[in-house]
Nanobody, 120 residues
Framework: QVQLVESGGGLVQAGGSLRLSCAASGRTFSAYAMGWFRQAPGKEREFVAGISWNGGVTNYADSVKGRFTISRDNAKNLVYLQMNSLKSEDTAVYSC?????????????WGQGTQVTVNS
C-alpha cells in the first residue's frame, strides 16, 4: 500500500510563500497522477491541484490559479506544491493524494496532511 507523507507547512504572512512536499513510498509512484487537496476548519475537503503521471498535464482550482504550482520528481518519488501570494483564506490542512490512474481527475488515497496558516 502506498504511503504519503507531507511536509513544509507552517505559519506565513499574507503575501508570502511556502513550498509543500509529499514523499510517496512504493515503486509504482510514476504510474499515477498525484494531487493536492486542502481542508479548512468547518469546511469540506477541496481539490487544489493535480498533475499527471509524467507532469505533462496539470490542473488547478480557480481559487489558486496563477498563485500555486504543482510539480513532481518521479526519480525521487516527490510531489511539490509551490504556493505564492498566500492569502488568509488559504489557511487549511493540505494533503497530497494518489490518483486512481495516470491522468488527473480521480484520487483514491490521501496522506495525513500538513498545516498551513496564513496571517493577514
Amino acid at each position: 500500500q502506498v504511503q504519503l507523507v507531507e511536509s513544509g507547512g507552517g505559519l506565513v504572512q499574507a503575501g508570502g510563500s511556502l513550498r509543500l512536499s509529499c514523499a510517496a513510498s512504493g515503486r509504482t509512484f510514476s504510474a499515477y497522477a498525484m494531487g493536492w487537496f486542502r481542508q479548512a476548519p468547518g469546511k469540506e475537503r477541496e481539490f487544489v491541484a493535480g498533475i499527471s503521471w509524467n507532469g505533462g498535464v496539470t490542473n488547478y482550482a480557480d481559487s489558486v490559479k496563477g498563485r500555486f504550482t504543482i510539480s513532481r520528481d518521479n526519480a525521487k518519488n516527490l510531489v511539490y506544491l509551490q504556493m505564492n501570494s498566500l492569502k488568509s483564506e488559504d489557511t487549511a490542512v493540505y494533503s497530497c493524494a494518489k490518483g486512481k490512474t495516470a491522468i488527473v481527475g480521480l484520487y483514491d488515497y490521501w496522506g495525513q496532511g500538513t498545516q498551513v496558516t496564513v496571517n493577514s
